[in-house]
């Protein structure tokens, strides 16, 4: 790929528009974020009672809890 673009010849005939569309050849195999490995096998070990304790019940417009909740 590269010997042929380096040629004058193609480098004249390739508009802005078709170098573009070149770009995704070379940058699709890079993964930015990392690899995840994920272990579909086991769960997380979340602690569910505890996550709803740390939830703030509903509220009203004046930001006052509503009656009847925590």
Do not use: C, I
């Not at 380096?6 to 890079?30: G, I, N, Q, Y």
């Not at 939830?55 to 006052?64: E, F, H, I, L, N």
């Amino acid at each position: 790929m590269q010997q042929v673009l380096a040629e004058e010849k193609w480098a004249d005939m390739l508009t802005d528009a078709d170098r573009r569309a070149l770009s995704p050849l070379f940058w699709t195999h890079v993964n930015p974020y990392g690899r995840f490995e994920l272990d579909m096998n086991s769960r997380l070990d979340l602690d569910l009672a505890a996550r709803a304790a740390t939830v703030p019940g509903p509220r009203t417009s004046d930001g006052a809890r509503v009656q009847g909740r925590r």
